[in-house]
């Protein structure tokens, strides 16, 4: 007995990462309510529920929207093994860590992937693609709406016109940016989309909602060779998520209660207010860090409010301050992946942490372990510079 | 706002089918706790503490001991599609739906697949085997310990060496069997193993533990073609789940401190003792449903103690008495499935729910029920039979 292990007792963290981000409470009180079995009459009533919620969050009036059993990760998986078959023409845009995983997961799947590729933090255009979906007619092209390790911010709609005038169907990562920023299914005429329960939902990571359209659905119920994974076999959850409820597996109760509970409360918000939310605290944020001489890595006009991706001021050390943030203050940011390692921040304002607390605090701390660290200051006004845009916003709505 | 649906409040039931079963307060109260990152130093404690402790429950010194970020059913294909690579002779012991399964899943990562089939309800002798395995010669066999579709109590060690000897590679489906009876992965020569967190482990589902021995790893380190999934690929995850700590996807935070916390409870109970309280209920249950003449489908000597799969009684309509025992008692048992479908109710003492309250409570629920169907008692004795096992092993306590 000496050598059990203690409770679970894990510190109060401020979570201004790629995600998970900060955790409503009523989100988290909801993961303890009592489970109840994956077929009871309560929790079929739960994913109805759910379904409902997610097609007003993807803007889609899609059949087959729901959550897969695992995180984000496992929805890019799903949407990818369902549409690709062995030797289908695939078009991946890679400007990113996760276009690149994208890449990898189609061509596990038999896809013919050809990728084209931008230089970090730069987006596509429509003009970007033109060529190689002309020379590949390809059947399905694959692109990162928010690209989580740059922080750009991908515009869908003419591409999404490129693709579909081409014949090929469109498949989109809005992982990072569900519930952040308009993310519109129909309209942009999208086939198929994942995205993650632990960012802009603000639920603990473990469900990825995905939606198919009708058309997509249509290709996998003809596909020629059976979907290569069991688990993520969209025609058979059809079943279990659709009118019949057939047990397929055995779904993640407790992840769903948080799930249901995290889209309850954007929608009790309202998008659209939540969608502003999200851009006012990122302009503030965005004023502090300007007034400290921090650049984003992304163009303006392609930065996600979500996720701020900034370079590390020359001379600093990116472990030492990162190390200091979660130390003497609890609060976690991301460091650059891949080619950004040790040169980038990613610091996510991110559902319930999108929010003017965490927004000031986080300036006031990153102000004290730069000093500390003997960096010059042009003003050092971050704070001064994001309340004036609070302040600005405030006044507005005064006057409005 | 009008349309907004109501927030999580589910029933409170007492969970006796095939899983998730009645989950203990601690481990619902650790699934709230607050959410750190997934790889905030609090995390990577909690990783190692729950690969060690899953250990510990698997008797298994192997280091790819860890949780897939999903349900069983996930982490069956996590074994499957690691091990198996297109075109490899693989043999599937089939006795029951999750037997089928598991051929499915083979078949669809590639594996020329040959099926061996008992009857359901049966177990598999090593002589069942011996033709097959010296005909195919194949890589791996793959059998299920503890078939919940049917209460089948599969024994390992002769197949073990049988499908040692040939020198093939042994997956076992540990999906019910885990923390409900001894499963000795190591002692056994088990080279990769799954269960879910649902069942004795009395976690809510949505994490599936694995264990993968060394063989297993070099098999899957030297393999010829990728592992057709990025999630489940556990070259990948070796190195987030390794030493390394390398991040690969953002694994499920609070799932972890659920199944953290439900492990420990395991451990602390000690695990013989834990196997000791689920066969004291089952033979508890047995005694009280021998009293009102309700059989079980496996043979003796090869019946679960945490799944006891029972006949519904000639006359006796299989909806009325479930959908009797959910709401006028908030019992969930499991009815059939596939051939079993209507003839045969499934009865769990998993985990917490394996406890005399719950075994006493349910045979007094079902008799009411039965009573109310008209159902011809020949004693109607249940719970004095069912306290005879409890005072008789009170009494043994007493004395020894």
Not at 100 to 105: G, N
Not at 274 to 292: M, P
Not at 364 to 369: G, I, K, S, T, Y
Request: proline content about 4%.
């Amino acid at each position: 007995m000496s050598d059990l292990v203690a409770r679970i007792n894990p510190p109060v963290r401020t979570l201004m990462g790629p995600g998970p981000s900060d955790i409503h409470p009523n989100v988290l009180a909801a993961m303890a309510k009592p489970t109840v079995g994956h077929l009871d009459p309560y929790y079929l009533k739960v994913m109805d529920e759910l379904q409902g919620m997610l097609r007003q969050l993807f803007r889609t009036e899609n059949a087959m929207t729901f959550a897969v059993s695992g995180t984000g990760s496992a929805g890019m998986e799903a949407t990818v093994v369902n549409l690709v078959e062995p030797g289908d023409n695939v078009v991946v845009c890679v400007n990113g860590v996760f276009g690149k995983r994208l890449a990898d997961v189609a061509t596990r799947a038999g896809g013919n992937v050809t990728v084209v590729e931008k230089p970090w933090g730069e987006v596509f255009t429509a003009d970007d693609l033109k060529e190689t979906i002309a020379a590949t007619k390809p059947k399905l092209v694959a692109i990162v709406m928010a690209e989580t390790s740059t922080g750009a911010w991908q515009p869908i709609e003419e591409i999404s016109e490129l693709v579909h005038n081409a014949g090929a169907m469109l498949l989109v990562d809005a992982v990072t940016s569900l519930g952040g920023v308009a993310v519109e299914v129909d309209k942009w005429n999208i086939d198929a989309i994942y995205s993650g329960s632990q960012k802009c939902l603000s639920c603990p990571p473990g469900l990825a909602p995905v939606s198919f359209s009708a058309k997509a659905m249509e290709t996998i119920m003809n596909r020629k060779t059976p979907v290569q994974s069991w688990y993520l076999d969209v025609s058979l959850l059809a079943n279990y998520w659709g009118e019949n409820r057939v047990y397929h597996h055995t779904a993640p109760i407790n992840m769903s209660y948080g799930l249901h509970e995290a889209v309850r409360l954007i929608l009790e918000e309202g998008l659209d207010n939540c969608f502003a939310r999200h851009l006012k605290n990122h302009q503030a944020l965005a004023a502090g860090l300007s007034a400290i001489g921090i650049e984003y890595t992304a163009a303006e006009g392609h930065r996600l409010p979500m996720l701020n991706a900034v370079k590390v001021p020359e001379g600093i050390e990116d472990t030492v301050i990162r190390k200091g943030l979660l130390n003497q203050f609890g609060i976690e940011i991301g460091g650059g992946l891949g080619a950004f390692a040790g040169k980038v921040w990613r610091i996510g304002l991110m559902g319930y942490a999108a929010r003017q607390n965490n927004v000031l605090l986080f300036l006031a701390a990153l102000e004290q372990l730069l000093a500390a660290q003997g960096y010059q200051f042009d003003r050092g006004a971050s704070i001064e510079d994001a309340n004036q845009v609070y302040l600005a916003y405030s006044h507005a709505k005064t006057l409005g």
